[in-house]
């Protein structure tokens, strides 16, 4: 279920879901009820049933939501869902549109097939304050890291962390050469070429350089989703679900 999992202190654990935690999506086709019930699996695997992962209604921009009541979206990805029972007592409810999530330690969740889930964790007066963030190429390009980190600034973190899940890597993300000159025009150390020689994008490569320009340092960094079939790659097969990035305290 988890491919990778950790308490990364003292009563905050992230993880990221590999396929064996099965498609976590409800916009890909799947069976809605199927998939709120691998959800619930989840969250019974870290641990922290009753409470839910918050989700995100993603569309790769750069708004960031403040969650005060986490728990109740049920969507990431585009289109919002809401007000439809798929089972009897299991409602979908709207998610935050949103690229970003802040808690002050709710349970959050990012859901990517390529593009980087982002954890981060700081340190409150109060407790610790959370955030997950689906940084794909148009969330980097348009500032979706800075925006988080300034909301959870804002809300009293300091001493902030970040955890990159598994994402496509520069070896591997083929675009064309105009698309990669306009965004290595902003991000620099997006600028790659893949393994057999064309033009192509680092996009954890771009997501370090601007955490370690904010003074967030990097504690783990994933595998290539393009490389490994035992994590969802949209660009492997459009067709494919949608694994997750986790963060949590623990109750």
């Known amino acids: 279920m988890f491919l990778w999992r950790a308490e990364v202190q003292p009563g905050v654990s992230v993880a990221f879901t590999d396929t064996n935690a099965g498609n976590l999506a409800l916009h890909v086709g799947d069976d809605a009820a199927a998939v709120l019930r691998r959800r619930c699996r989840l969250e019974d695997g870290a641990g922290i049933s009753p409470r839910k992962f918050q989700y995100m209604n993603q569309v790769h921009g750069n708004e960031v939501s403040l969650v005060i009541e986490p728990g109740t979206g049920a969507e990431s990805g585009t289109g919002a869902e809401g007000g439809t029972a798929v089972e009897p007592g299991v409602p979908i409810q709207p998610a935050p549109t949103a690229d970003a999530l802040v808690s002050l330690g709710g349970p959050l969740a990012v859901m990517v097939a390529d593009c980087i889930p982002l954890v ?91 955490l370690e320009a904010l ?5 783990y960094r994933g595998p290539c989703t393009f490389e490994n079939d035992f994590l969802f790659s949209y660009r492997r097969d459009s067709r494919c679900g949608r694994f997750a990035g986790l963060v949590w305290t623990h109750d």
């Open 120 to 210: 981060l964790v700081g340190a409150g007066s109060s407790g610790p304050v959370l955030s997950a963030v689906h940084a794909g190429r148009p969330g980097l390009f348009s500032g979706v890291i800075p925006a988080a980190i300034e909301e959870m600034r804002a809300s009293g973190a300091a001493d902030i962390r970040a955890w990159l899940g598994p994402s496509v890597c520069g070896n591997c993300y083929e675009v064309p050469a105009e698309l990669r000159d306009e965004v290595a025009a902003v991000l620099p150390s997006a600028w790659s070429t893949t393994s057999w020689g064309t033009p192509a994008l680092d996009l954890p490569g771009a997501a370090a350089s601007q």
């Open 215 to 219: 003074g967030v340092s990097i504690e």
